[in-house]
């Protein structure tokens, strides 16, 4: 058949059935729904946190809030070191990484930081806040974002970033301590001093503010997180300002003015063991630490010990009162030279035969009297008043780095060592150490452990240090601290002592000299350099302070004649500011011979 319908068939393709088109349908759809289902299976069953979090971070950027730093404060209330505005500079990378070069050749020596760092900031993809610097001053940062500006950069802003000052300069530098440039992190690096020992409890906690962006901008309704900064803690030290000040410039002119290697003056509350002034020369500027040499940025008073000489006499005559093997006018017979195991012990004046009493070696310093005074001791007795005392151990006032000092024991306590520490040598101090052991004595035999910090603060090994924590202990009896000052009030007398230079008009003055020889570090033997130093307090009959000063390697003689006058000075200062009464009783008129 050949009509028209049958051509029409051959010509037109079939149709698919409706029921194939249909299977054909749910394969496809099948297909597609199984892949939804692995990337479902995969963001939420295998690693929905990962998967989260880098949605987040796709959609997010961080701003740091910084914490400002803790001041440290004087006794009063004034900034030894405080925090003042400053700014970061700031880097959106969605903006700079077209001319991220040239723009880090500018910032790094503009601000004298590493270019390679800073490239690799303006170019962090995904990121619309890199910081660039830390701790600017504010007049710098701003005026390189404006020069930047005006060079065609873009990209660059500032967000407030306290940075830190020591409005005092040197005052209290070597206590003090700096900080240096901020680490990667951000976070404060403490070089020194008490900023290094309390650096966590000075630094607070930087906060930070998390927001949604979206197309290059901040999303209005957005998930935005603001998480504060936890500012520092203040820290009060016992130190008075006005008074480290001029101490300082005191130990300056003594150690100048003897041609001296260096010296260290230090002030105490008598009652409260407080450290008014702790002084060190020579110093460095806190503000400029990069222009003096690394050997000063600690305090010599805590990290370097020495033999305290005839100072050290103090405490072995009220030791031997202490103990009721002597009274200050018991009577000794004092030989030119006295003959003892390896060698002679000779006095600091050629002399005959003396007729002293305790007092009398005490004011005359002779060596050889208090040899044999102290020979009254049995076994150990001298080494266990001084333990009291606390020599050989730290006062740990605060500084890292403090020394313990050396006080031999065992086998080490010889009776040539015996001998010799009784009068000051084949023993070392620190400064703090030995001014906390002579203020037994002016605190009527209780021994108070010296402090820096008022009230209680936290160290970075969470040690607990302040006036809070310090404690006290008798170390000899209230009559024996009396006899003792009153012997050491003839050590000043005109005629019968060997420093009324140090004496202080109007006011009972009780001191004592000190003048040792130094061991070189090089060869562990005397090097020929001597030790001068001075320590006492005042009014004799009501302690208000006590004071030392210790002079290294001096040109202009032993203590009377080196540290005397520096004390009387700082002695005098320090009465008249804090509005201590003249005395009006007689000094001690105890005989010193017989």
Not at 156 to 167: A, M, N
Not at 222 to 229: F, H, L, M, R, Y
Not at 375 to 386: I, K, T
Not at 473 to 485: F, G, I, K, L, P
């Amino acid at each position: 058949m050949t009509g028209p319908s049958r051509l029409r068939t051959a010509r037109t393709p079939l149709r698919a059935s409706p029921q194939l088109r249909l299977r054909i349908g749910f394969i496809l759809i099948a297909m597609v729904l199984s892949v939804f289902a692995a990337r479902l299976v995969q963001l939420q069953g295998v690693d929905p946190d990962n998967y989260a979090d880098m949605a987040a971070e796709e959609g997010t950027d961080t701003v740091l809030l910084p914490a400002t730093r803790g001041e440290i404060l004087d006794r009063n209330g004034e900034a030894l070191a405080e925090s003042i505005d400053g700014r970061m500079i700031v880097a959106d990378p969605a903006l700079t990484a077209d001319d991220a070069p040239e723009l880090a050749s500018f910032l790094s020596k503009r601000l004298g930081i590493d270019y390679i760092r800073v490239l690799e900031r303006l170019r962090v993809e995904g990121s619309r806040f890199q910081y660039i610097a830390r701790q600017v001053p504010a007049s710098l940062a701003n005026e390189v974002v404006s020069d930047a500006a005006d060079k065609g950069f873009v990209g660059l802003f500032t967000q407030r970033d306290p940075v830190r000052q020591y409005p005092f300069d040197q005052v209290a530098a070597n206590l003090l301590g700096f900080l240096g440039t901020p680490r990667k992190d951000g976070s404060a690096r403490a070089l020194a001093g008490l900023e290094d020992a309390f650096n966590d409890y000075l630094s607070g906690v930087d906060g930070e503010a998390r927001y949604e962006v979206g197309a290059g901008a901040q999303i209005p309704l957005g998930d935005n997180t603001v998480t504060p900064a936890v500012d520092g803690n203040d820290l009060t030290l016992t130190l008075d300002a006005d008074l480290q000040f001029y101490t300082q410039q005191v130990l300056q002119q003594t150690v100048e003015g003897s041609q001296g290697e260096s010296g260290i003056a230090v002030i105490m509350d008598s009652r409260t063991g407080e450290v008014l002034a702790l002084a060190d020369y020579p110093s460095y500027d806190a503000s400029e630490p990069q222009e003096w040499p690394k050997s000063r940025y600690r305090s010599s008073a805590l990290t370097d010990v020495y033999e305290p000489g005839s100072t050290q006499k103090v405490l072995t005559l009220s030791a031997v009162i202490d103990a009721g093997l002597g009274r200050p006018r018991q009577q000794y017979v004092v030989p030119p030279v006295l003959n003892r195991q390896d060698r002679p012990i000779h006095d600091h004046w050629v002399h005959g035969i003396e007729h002293l009493t305790l007092a009398g070696i005490l004011a005359k310093s002779s060596n050889i009297g208090t040899v044999l005074a102290a020979d009254e001791f049995a076994p150990g007795v001298l080494r266990r008043y001084l333990t009291a005392f606390g020599l050989g151990k730290e006062t740990n006032v605060g500084p890292r780095g403090e020394t313990k000092g050396l006080l031999p024991e065992g086998a080490a306590w010889t009776d040539q060592v015996d001998d010799r520490i009784a009068f000051g040598q084949s023993l070392s101090v620190n400064a703090v150490q030995m001014i906390a052991a002579i203020n037994t004595i002016a605190n009527d035999g209780v021994r108070i452990d010296p402090s820096l910090v008022e009230g209680s603060a936290t160290l970075d090994d969470g040690t607990e240090v302040g006036t809070d924590h310090a404690e006290q202990r008798r170390v000899v009896s209230v009559e024996a601290a009396r006899q003792t000052a009153l012997m050491m009030e003839r050590v000043l007398d005109p005629e019968d002592g060997v420093a009324s230079i140090a004496q202080v008009p109007g006011y009972r003055i009780a001191g004592k000299t000190g003048t040792a020889q130094r061991v070189s570090d090089a060869c562990g033997c005397y090097d020929g350099s001597r030790t001068a130093s001075f320590v006492g307090f005042g009014p004799t009959d009501d302690a208000r302070f006590t004071i030392y000063v210790v002079v290294h390697d001096s040109r202009g003689g032993g203590g009377s004649a080196v540290a005397g006058p520096a004390f009387a000075k700082l002695m005098s200062y320090a009465l008249r500011r804090y509005g201590v009464p003249p005395t009006e009783t007689r000094p001690s008129q105890i005989p010193v011979e017989w």
